[in-house]
């Protein structure tokens, strides 16, 4: 499963006008004393058959599952399987002539079913179970990760919106395919599977495996039949059903096919195109050929996560959907990349438990970086692995974070974090590096291949590593799998008396282990190069090398595989010589943002400047931000390459970065540049074209505006939400209630910000107070009050403080507003807290 949706959409909330105190993840809750077990397995399902159909007015599903099990090993009379909120009509044990009804009690979770006799290990036996499923009346609730439970999802079922397709989809992960069929419902349990969906036949259906049937019935339905012959666990099941246009392609002869809505079905090989090259890469560096019988892609509407691998059969969520105009400026490559990784690594080789998640969401995260490298090239690599690294330690303080592998969660949902995804996959990334290319791919294909359709934990991962690499590994998993936190080295350079000398303290809270670390450092002294490899080991560390002069640069975890924050000590001098002498992404990156915090200088100005040629576009609009062009010196200087970049730069995110500089000048000579920007191909350029005209002459928004085509319109909310937001008038709040009441959650997302700025500025009450309670009610709609809330709690009580203030020195009808407005940021505020 991909969660980077949640966290794009925190970020673009930030982006938007919140506090970036929402950055920080709150603290983290206490550790639950409740260990969390793997599930005991008793009965072990064999295989499962469902027959079902559909009651769109009532948002039923009618089932009917032939459920095969046998004992685990201890011999049995019972059996317990999960069925959430369902009406059950039989129970009964499968014979050979007729089926027995079989005893059981049901609590709206669980069915506990007194079987006919003892079963003994290996001693088959079906059950069938006649049911109603009800998902929409269950009680569901979230995480960062999958905003619902309800594992199964009518959208649009009466066809009210015409502005949304009629789908059917289910999401199984944690445990809510017991939402939609009974089941055991743990990843522990692995079962074949045989799934007839009866559908009208308009309609296109998927689901796992293979499409063995297809059977039309006289009253305008058609019943399909998909069989998975090979075992996988009951959250890697689903279906989907709806309006969908089939691309299909060949793979060493398995069908490769991507379901779309009809109007992004030209677009199918620009969104999936490369996914036949993934599958060739991931088949190399695992030495395991794809798995499975096909893949299959499908973008489904108002998805709760970002994406999900279920086998053979990955559900997008709409945000992957696009034109070739919309790609222009971003693709979902990378989520392509993660859920294919996943076929391998958490459905061929599956968690055994929660705790153990790791092992499937930190390789897919890996799989993603690794494919960006083999696809465009080691920078590209370095890049996503420094993003990676980054979204992780953007939700922690002090160096504190959960353990990896967490036996003690509180709720399953919660170990689906940054610490799973992005940390989990730098410290592999760190792994490969210590270990060498070749031992890590053999290790992962001793992994898979002894596991193979069962399941594995983080330990079974270590012996994989230990028997390939005849090396103990135990200290590694220790440091990095079963404890938390990450170091922060507080790293000074100094020379003296022919030495380079170089101090390393850890500075993480006192509470957090000590680190064990080996590291790479090169030592630039006079156009060489001196690489020493060091162990870190302690609170306080000196390490002393010598030299035959002050060094140029000593760089620092040369490959910079830390899992963890670095602070340095370096002049200037030292990070000018570092970008051109020691270019990796991340020494680039982090020379240019020094250059930015001291970009009056006329040494950082050069740097700068040069790196506006960099090859890595979000080095090149970092490089931007450096310039200042209301000093006349640099705008004589640097404002037409500035120019240029806004006109002709490859990467709209380069040519919105500079439009935006520009504008900053407040100079009006920029104004044709934005204006022109305004017939860009891409939305975000021209987004930003909107932002600079509003700067540098508000008089022709209305005008330009009204210019804009509605498509262009929808493509860019946080724009002209930031745009009305200054502007305040009454006039703009439709705008924003379209959006934040009927639009998807991604564009709430990136509207949400602006409309508070927009409730701060606007001075009539009537909108602050409806206004306000559409943010809330939105929020509840969308799963996000646990997410944004306790930011909003502190925004509006800011709010309230600040209208209180302005009405302290008012007079009259403006001053009963502030009040009135401030009483109703109060009450929005009292209202969040208790959510």
Sequence with gaps: MNKNLIAGFIGLAILSGLSTAYAQQETAPKVNPTYRATATKINDLVHTKLDVKFDYAKRYLYGKAWITLKPHFYTTDTLTLDAKGMDLKTVALVGAKSNTPLKFTYDQEKIYIQLNKRYVKDEKYTVYIDYVSKPNELKASGSAAITDEKGLYFINPDGTDKEKPIQIWTQGEAE??????????????????????????????????????????????????????????????????????????????????????????????????????????????????????????????????????????????????????ELLDGSGESTIAHELFHQWF??????????????????????????????????????????????????????????????????????????????????????????????????????????????????????????????????????WYYAGGHPILDVKYDYKDGNATINIKQTQAADVQTFTLTLKVDIY????????????????????????????????????????????????ENYIFQYSNAPSYVNRIHAVEYAVSKSKESAAQQLLTLALKDQDDAIRALAIKGFNLKDEKVKASVGPILVSLAKQDKSSNVRAAALSRLAASGDKIYLPVAQAALKDRSYKVIGAAVQSINKLDPSMLSGVIAGLDADTKAHIPSDLALVYAALGDDSYNDFYLNIINKADINKLAQTVGGYYTYLLANKNPKITQSGLQAIITNMDRTKLTQYWGKQFVKNFTDAEQAKLKEAETATGEAKDNLIKRAAYFKAAADELAKK
């Design 346 to 479: 958490g459905d061929y080789v599956t968690t055994e438990s929660w705790s153990n998640i790791t092992v499937n969401e930190s390789f897919a995260t890996l799989g993603a970086i690794l494919w960006k490298g083999h696809d465009a090239g080691k920078d590209a690599e370095d890049r996503n692995r420094y993003e990676s690294l980054n979204s992780y330690l953007g939700t922690t303080e002090n160096g504190e974070s959960p353990m990896l592998v967490r036996f003690n969660y509180n709720n399953k949902m919660d170990v689906f974090d940054q610490v799973s995804y992005p940390k989990g996959a730098v410290i592999l990334y760190a792994l490969k590096n210590q270990m060498g290319d070749d031992a890590f791919y053999k290790s992962l294909n001793r992994y898979l291949t002894t596991n193979a359709f069962k399941n594995g934990e983080a330990q079974q991962l270590r012996l994989a590593f230990e028997d390939v690499t005849g090396k103990d590994w135990s200290q590694y998993f220790n440091q």
């Design 525 to 572: 002294i006079g156009g060489k190069k001196i690489s020493k490899e060091i162990v870190i080991n302690s609170r306080e560390q000196n390490f002393s090398f010598p030299v035959s002069a002050k060094p140029d640069l000593i760089d620092f975890d040369v490959d910079k595989i830390l899992v963890g924050e670095l602070k340095e000590t370096k002049t200037l």
């Design 176 to 325: 809510s395919s017991s939402a939609w069929f009974p089941t055991i419902d743990k990843p522990n349990q692995k079962t074949t599977s045989e799934l007839s969906m009866t559908v009208l036949s308009k309609y296109v259906t998927l689901s796992n495996g293979k499409l063995v049937s297809q059977k039309v019935n006289t009253n305008g339905t058609r019943t399909d039949t998909w069989k998975m012959d090979l075992p996988h666990s009951p959250y890697l099941f689903m279906m989907a059903v709806g309006d969908f246009k089939i691309t299909k392609e060949l793979w060493r002869g398995k069908e490769v096919s991507y379901y779309l809505e009809q109007k992004y079905a030209p677009y199918a090989k620009a969104i999936f195109g490369k996914t036949p090259k993934m599958l060739d890469y991931f088949s190399q560096i695992t030495g395991v050929a794809y798995p499975w019988n096909k893949y299959a892609q499908i973008v489904a509407r108002d998805y709760v996560s970002g994406a999900m691998e279920n086998t053979t059969a990955t559900l997008h969520g709409e945000s992957i959907q696009a034109t070739e105009r």
